[in-house]
């Protein structure tokens, strides 16, 4: 079983950047394709980016596309999320995910998931 940890969330001014990390532990890391989602207050929780358990393939929401890039290191068993351009609609509590097998845009599908990290871009 693993156990996910988010960290690097925080108040940052629209147009800046921030980088998400997610630690995990207790399972094999590169077993598992990891993604990242986000939930605002009062909405679902939404997919934000993917990668596949090699790090090659690499998947995104149409709205961070070409701002935001996920990214593991497999020898330290951490996924990351670079956002840059950040815009005040991103503001949204962030969660990591893990899955066996390939990688989803379904939240149903991940099988563990991280306590959050809060991401607030102000205007």
């Known amino acids: 079983q693993v156990q996910l940890v988010e960290s690097g969330g925080g108040l940052v001014q629209a147009g800046g950047s921030l980088r998400l990390s997610c630690a995990a532990s207790?399972?094999?890391?590169?077993?598992?394709?990891l993604g990242w989602f986000r939930q605002a207050p009062g909405k679902e929780r939404e997919f934000v980016a993917a990668v596949s358990r090699s790090g090659v393939s690499t998947r995104y929401a149409d709205s961070v596309k070409g701002r935001f890039t996920i990214s593991r290191d497999n020898a330290k068993n951490t996924v990351y999320l670079q956002m840059n351009s950040l815009k005040p609609e991103d503001t949204s509590v962030y969660y990591c995910?893990?899955?066996?097998?390939?990688?989803?845009?379904?939240?149903?599908?991940?099988?563990?998931w991280g306590q959050g990290t809060q991401v607030t871009v102000s205007s």
């Open positions: 995910a893990a899955k066996t097998r390939d990688t989803s845009i379904r939240v149903y599908e991940y099988d563990y």
């Open positions: 207790g399972g094999t890391f590169s077993s598992y394709a």
